[in-house]
């Protein structure tokens, strides 16, 4: 078509009613050109309210209202931009659902009133970012069933009835940084398997801000290993700052983890995990707590400070806690001990584990100290 037009620009008109027949072909070729020139679809909203399936990049250019799931992610490698607006749904659903899928964008809006705010089900490798999940009735944010190697940057869990963000079931290798996640009514940030689904292991949490959840502030469940919590701020939860059940070498380091209802830190059954460098103060019962079999950590150059109960304790019994290294920590202004370990061994005054260099003034037993 190009090519027949500029064969006809290039034609000399030598009469008047030749140049007129010839504009009238222009104008005639040019019209049909539009017409046969491909056109991408703009979905729209079914008449019951939902969903918008996306085969191609997508901007939102107001808000909208859905009955189920709002926007299905049906291709890779393709964008959708809420561009600052709001999807709200009535209780079911997902605001945006991607399964399979890899390279997907979302970003740059608010999504509320659905089932889970943004669910990647088994997809690798897509981007959440700038978005404020808020009263969703499950999860602000789910990652399922091998969901690896995605990013969630720069977002926000409100109010949501379960999780803030979870990475459930062999999601592996994600990146969740500069999150808060507030008042969200289990765990604001969950990493594991649970009710029989496998762990997830070798993800990332930094720069993450978790606080007044109803349990937790940040979890790591059921044999997730290689994990890292770095920089995050867990306060005011209404159960521990982070818990790690049955879940080994993981990396804590460099969290302020205070005023949480129940401990600060509580390692249960998990073996070789690194605390390191955190500031932990001003909780409810202990700073930091070692139980039921917690095995071969270490503990090191951690701030705890006026905790209700004790500073650092780890629980003896038929479960004791045995092969901890304790090192130079500072402990202070803890209200029962800043240090109390009730096992029994061959190694520090007695105990099962060993402690090195640490800086405190009360201890059970004495030698701790």
Do not use: W
Not at 9 to 21: E, G, Q
Not at 54 to 66: A, Q, R, V
Not at 99 to 107: F, L, R
Request: charged share 15%; aromatic share 4%; with cysteine.
């Amino acid at each position: 078509m190009k090519k027949m037009i500029t064969s006809l620009v290039a034609v000399k008109s030598r009469n008047s009613s030749t140049r007129f027949l010839y504009r009238i072909l222009v104008a005639v070729l040019l019209a049909l050109a539009l017409v046969l020139m491909p056109v991408t679809p703009v979905p729209t909203v079914n008449a019951n309210g939902g969903p918008i399936t996306l085969t191609g990049d997508y901007t939102l250019t107001s808000d909208i209202t859905f009955s189920g799931t709002g926007f299905i992610i049906a291709v890779d490698n393709i964008t959708l931009d809420l561009d600052g607006h709001t999807i709200t749904g009535t209780g079911e659903g997902s605001g945006v659902e991607v399964i399979a899928h890899t390279g997907v964008t979302i970003k740059d809006g608010t999504i509320t009133g659905f089932s889970h705010g943004v669910l990647l089900d088994g997809s690798d490798n897509n981007v959440i970012k700038e978005i404020v999940a808020t009263n969703n009735g499950f999860n602000g944010i789910s990652l399922f069933n091998d969901s690896d190697n995605n990013q969630v940057k720069d977002c926000t869990s409100v109010n949501n009835g379960s999780f803030g963000i979870i990475m459930n079931n062999s999601s592996d290798g994600n990146l969740v940084k500069d999150f808060t996640a507030i008042s969200n009514g289990s765990t604001g940030v969950f990493i594991g398997g649970g009710g029989g689904l496998a762990p997830s292991h070798n993800n990332t949490v930094k720069d993450t801000v978790s606080n007044d959840n109803a349990s937790t502030g940040i979890a790591i469940f059921n044999g997730s290993t290689g994990n890292i919590l770095s920089d995050n701020t867990a306060n005011d939860n209404d159960s521990h700052g982070i818990f790690l059940r049955d879940s080994g070498g993981n990396v804590l380091n460099d969290n302020t983890i205070s005023s949480n209802d129940s401990h600060g830190i509580l390692l249960r059954g998990s073996d070789g995990n690194l605390l390191k460098d955190n500031t932990i103060n001003g909780n409810g019962r202990t700073g930091i707590v070692l139980t039921r079999g917690a095995d071969s950590n270490e503990l090191k150059d951690n701030t705890v400070t006026s905790n209700g109960e004790r500073g650092i304790y780890v629980s003896g019994s038929s479960l004791q806690s045995e092969n901890n290294s304790i090192i130079e920590n500072e402990l202070s202004g803890n209200v029962t001990y800043d240090l109390q370990d009730m096992t029994s061994g061959t190694g520090t005054a007695g105990t099962a584990n060993f402690y090195e260099d640490n800086q405190s003034t009360s201890c059970d037993p004495s030698g701790l100290c």
